[in-house]
């Protein structure tokens, strides 16, 4: 470090115009905010502007650490795979060890370390965050052996979110023991879950969790993926990338029982079996019906669909992703054709968006829709795959609307298309 | 008939705007809970900087609240997922900012002290994504930034974090 005074500092830039430096000027808050964006790498490398700059990366509350970043990337051209991720874990113990100890860790983000066996490393930087008081951790790991969240961070009380992002299926033990006392935010992703008992009891003792979001989750041996909490109020379930290994929930039953859940996102293979209960708060639902089986009956699929639009009780607001294969949109239009089922429980919707292919099926589902629900105020129809020439030109001709990506309808078109008799628009087609 | 406030700004001027749209301020709204907002609200912005802020929380309000009556208590959370129209404001709304940088600090200030939290992001975000991946002299330039290091403090950094400075 230099020990040159103040008196014999040379400003050697002068091609600054006469503009004032107002980035340094700002409250150490907002500097704080805007570091919190950026990679360490790039926060340290900010640290070479100026002398103020000089020790700011030092206190610095929230830590973004990737391998991913073009200083590390750019590595791998000369290094192995193995070394580069040695040279990213001594970056992270430098700057752990450097860091101003009295600073309390807002958040952690490491983005793809590649956790080998019998290193130790992660659990020990888990602990030095832990004893900071981390609020968000957020983790994208590569691992060849199962993940065990130590019991220091399950029950450490200052976290609140935890995002952990496998980049393989990689098995996540999940803890036999209450903890999480202050977790409201819980995300896992590609993590391999064993056992159905112990993942329902850990959800439902997470006594304040809201958010909850499990992607591209392989579900071992599940017979019923039960998710009761009282607290919660945003659940996501993703299995929407087509995988030989993983076809999600498609054969196992799926269980909700979350009076508080606002809204719930599905997308993914159906699952074997749907069980609903008090989810009254519901209000936005997102579902996406990949496909069936093709072991199942039109009958069982029926079934199937009739229980998820009875279980979803006064939504406002339904996004239903239709891109069905053609089979399963028959399925579908099977339900449809017995509207008492959505009289029931969709008569509160108003807002509907439905994307949809160009095909006939999926016309006529528009127009079974429209046709149920009544007190729609909003309805949007974003159409996948388009072709245009043959399509919306019909569109655009009978109700004056403009060919675009989207069509955004009114409440006086909705009537109007309802007012529509479904084989007018069937000979469109012919 | 929705509720009006008046705000003025430091230069005196008066904005009419709907409470729903203004109380997106933390600080406002805590003016109005306390009573302390009977007339006009004297705000520390200048006219420019809350003309500007206003645009921002008018959008916001669009994005967040599409029925008006609707009997769930507010409870309407925005839509989640990408709405075109939005992102194309948005576009347009940060590179005005990069354009001008001192509304773009003038606007950080005011929605730091408005308590504004999602402008406040908003604009951080903006900001680290213009020095994320630079190098220092090139931040230096964006931002009238005076090297004050001596050319031996400059060589120390460099011996210290040399890798870190490889573009």
Known sequence: ?430 | MAIMYALKSSDNEIFEVEQKVIEQSETIKKMIEDGAATGEIPLQVSSKTLAKVLEWCKQRQHKTVENENDDNKGKRKKERDEDDDIKEWENKFSDELKADKDVLFDLLLASNYLDLPALLSFLCQLVADMVAGKMPEEIRRMFNIENDFTPEEEKAITAEHGWAFQP
């Open chain 1, 1 to 430: 470090m230099s020990t040159t005074l103040p008196n014999s500092k040379s400003p050697r830039i002068s091609e600054v115009d006469d503009g004032v430096d107002r980035l340094s000027d700002l409250p150490i808050s907002i500097l704080n905010h805007i570091f919190s964006f950026l990679d360490v790498v790039d926060v340290i490398r900010a640290s070479a502007v100026s002398r103020k700059w000089r020790y700011m990366w030092v206190s610095m509350p929230s830590l973004n650490f990737s391998v991913f970043h073009k200083i590390w990337f750019d590595k791998r051209r000369t290094w192995s795979i193995h070394t580069v991720n040695n040279e990213f874990k001594d970056f992270i113990n430098w700057v752990l060890i450097s860091l101003d100890k009295s600073i309390n860790i807002k958040s952690f983000h490491l983005m793809g370390y590649y956790n080998d066996t019998d290193d130790h490393t992660l659990y020990r930087w888990f602990n030095v965050v832990v004893r900071r008081n981390v609020q968000e951790l957020a983790l994208l790991l590569f691992s060849e052996t199962p993940i065990e969240l130590p019991h220091f961070l399950v029950t450490c009380k200052s976290l609140t979110t935890l995002i952990l992002r496998f980049g393989s299926s990689v098995v996540l033990k999940i803890p036999t023991f209450a903890g999480f006392s202050n977790l409201k935010s819980l995300a896992l992703n590609s993590a391999v879950l064993l056992d159905c008992v112990s993942l329902r009891n850990f959800i439902s003792s997470c006594p304040v969790l809201e958010d909850l979001t499990l992607r591209e989750c392989l579900y071992r041996d599940f017979k019923i993926l039960d998710i009761s909490s009282t607290s919660l109020k945003n659940l996501v379930l993703e299995n929407g990338c087509p995988d030989p290994i993983n076809d999600g929930l498609k054969n196992w039953e799926l269980k909700l029982a979350c009076p508080s859940l606002i809204s719930l996102y599905f997308n993914g293979p159906l699952a074997k079996d749907f069980s609903f209960q008090d989810l009254n708060s519901l209000l936005e639902v997102f579902f996406s019906v990949e496909s069936l089986t093709e072991h199942v009956t039109i009958e069982e699929s029926h079934n199937v669909l009739y229980k998820i639009f009875q279980g979803l009780h006064n939504i406002t607001d339904l996004k239903f992703l239709a891109v069905f294969e053609k089979l399963c949109l028959q399925f579908l239009y099977g339900t449809l054709s017995h509207p008492e089922c959505f009289q029931i429980s969709l008569c509160h919707l108003k807002f509907l968006k439905l994307i949809v292919q160009t095909d006939d099926w999926s016309m006529k589902l528009i127009f079974s829709l429209l046709n149920c629900f009544r007190n729609l105020v909003v309805l949007k129809i974003c159409f996948v795959w388009v072709n245009f020439n043959s399509f919306s030109y019909c569109f655009s001709f009978r109700f004056g609307m403009k060919c675009s990506k989207m069509l955004v309808l009114s409440k006086s078109t909705i009537l109007c298309l309802i007012s529509l008799p479904i084989v007018e628009i069937g000979v469109l087609y012919d």
